[in-house]
């Protein structure tokens, strides 16, 4: 029998006593505002939750909170699903909820465009059955997934299995359709579904007065406004906005946003716990007040299972929790119709999931470290076909940047052109939506330009050469681990030393 349905485990990670580095407020130089970040905030709110319950501040606390959750019916009329392991498996999603921001509010944080009203990011948190450790895996939102055959419970007709990326499959069928995809792709049996969003995350930043990250490199992105310079910083709200959205500020894109996801849930948590929050009722209440207010859970995610966790996860040390991402085996599997998706690594994540089901740690006794500081991309450069035009009054740079990016290995057309204008300032990349980890790949290897969707131009990116291009730099192919099991890290690898 599948375990009670409970929360998703709480992650401790770091030690108290740390002292406070303040940084930079968030955009307009005051208070950030509410505003919402993506996937794993999302996420960590909801785990942060658990923790809080383990203060024993009471069960009728603990149930007044519980009346804030939205329930949602995610296992109706399922079948076929998968046989039970050991331990419990919640899935966690965030969802794009944009369109409930106000106009200021997106400007201010670089949230403009359309939501797409499909999953941001998902994550399995795997709670073993002795309550002494907790497996994170993060599944990429551009993962090539197939919908599982089903009837439309809107019209009633039989819909066969489909190809999709797989954040589609919540915009298809809504948290029922999403935990079947998850159970069809992972032959894993989800116990749980925790859905968030993230209206009041930077609220709970700031109730927490800010939570610490480390980064060893600058992380720069026009996109979200995130600039942080390399060293150590404590975020408020609108800074941790700005830091978990991020996918620009290097060329790995989601990959890197996972990590930094992670870390940033593990420096969470290990706030939580080392504020005195578990301690005092008033600030328990702050905290819980700012957290739930858009949670949508399964039915059985109750007060019982909230306190119930909270206390078995009391004792949890930063090295009994573990992060890691499914194996990637293609990271551009372009599928016809859906442009280009990650596929995984079937071998690699039946292991991981097998793991999992057995209820085994995924991390390894040693990692190495990691040598090379070259940016990282998803898509290998021979794989991006480029057409570069000059957009200023320099004769020849388009040649030069052409000749620059063949020399990186990019398959470009070889015949460089002038653009229609002569004065562009700044180097841009124009790409179909449906290539959007090529552009970002490809924007990589040319630092500074801007990325510029063009809906219906094709798989051929087109480079404008603007009078701020000084030179290409060299890139490499984000590829999984070399050896048969993935990259995992422990919670107590992840947070600032």
Not at 159 to 178: C, I, Q, S
Not at 207 to 231: Q, W
Not at 356 to 372: F, N, T
Request: hydrophobic residues 35%.
């Amino acid at each position: 029998m599948p375990s009670r349905p409970g929360a998703a485990p709480p992650l401790r990670a770091g030690v108290p006593g740390l002292s406070r580095v303040t940084g930079r407020r968030g955009p307009g130089g005051g208070r950030p505002r509410r505003g919402r970040p993506r996937w794993a905030t999302r996420m960590a709110t909801t785990l942060s939750v658990v923790v809080l319950a383990s203060a024993g501040i009471g069960h009728a606390v603990v149930s007044s909170i519980e009346s804030d959750i939205t329930r949602v019916d995610a296992f109706r009329d399922m079948k076929n699903r998968p046989a039970a392991g050991h331990g419990m498996n919640v899935l966690l999603v965030g969802t794009d909820g944009r369109e409930r921001l106000t106009a200021a509010e997106r400007r201010d944080f670089h949230l403009g465009g359309a939501p797409c009203h499909c999953t941001d990011t998902m994550m399995i948190v795997h709670l073993s059955a002795d309550r002494e450790r907790a497996s994170v895996v993060s599944l990429p939102r551009d993962s090539y997934a197939e919908v599982p055959a089903r009837t439309d419970p809107r019209t009633g007709e039989p819909r066969a299995a489909h190809p999709v990326r797989l954040n589609a499959a919540y915009a298809e069928g809504g948290p029922n359709l999403t935990v079947s995809t998850v159970e069809h792709m992972t032959d894993l049996k989800i116990d749980h579904y925790v859905e968030v969003d993230f209206t009041s995350f930077m609220r709970t930043v700031d109730v927490l007065d800010g939570v610490r990250v480390c980064t060893p490199e600058p992380l720069k992105d026009s996109y979200t406004g995130l600039d942080l310079p390399a060293g150590t910083h404590r975020l408020t709200g609108g800074q941790a906005l700005q830091y978990v959205r991020s996918r620009h500020a290097d060329g790995a894109s989601d990959l890197s946003r996972m990590r930094r996801q992670q870390r940033f849930l593990a420096a969470l948590l290990e706030r939580t716990t080392s504020s005195g929050v578990l301690l005092n009722p008033m600030r328990f209440r702050d905290v819980t007040r700012a957290v739930l207010g858009s949670v949508r859970a399964d039915k059985g995610f109750g007060a019982d299972e909230l306190l119930d966790l909270g206390r078995a996860m009391r004792n949890f040390s930063p090295s009994s929790s573990e992060f890691t991402t499914v194996p990637i085996a293609e990271m551009a599997f372009p599928v016809k119709g859906i442009g280009s998706t990650l596929k995984w690594d079937e071998d690699k994540a039946r292991r991981l999931f097998d793991a999992l089901r057995a209820d085994r740690p995924l991390a390894a006794p040693h990692r190495r470290p990691p040598v090379d500081r070259t940016p990282t991309v998803e898509v290998a450069p021979r794989e991006i076909r480029v057409q570069v035009l000059n957009g200023t009054t320099t004769k020849g740079l388009a040649g030069r940047v052409d000749r620059a990016l063949a020399g990186l290995g990019f398959a470009v057309t070889g015949h460089p052109a002038d653009a229609p204008v002569h004065d562009a300032r700044r180097t841009v990349v124009e790409y179909d939506p449906r290539w959007d980890r090529s552009a970002r790949s490809l924007s990589t290897a040319l630092p500074g330009s801007e990325l510029r969707a063009v809906p219906g131009q094709g798989p051929v990116l087109k480079v404008t050469a603007g009078t701020d291009f000084k030179d290409v730099r060299k890139v490499k192919v984000a590829t999984p681990p070399s050896s048969d099991a993935p990259e995992v890290v422990k919670g107590d690898e992840v947070v600032c030393p």
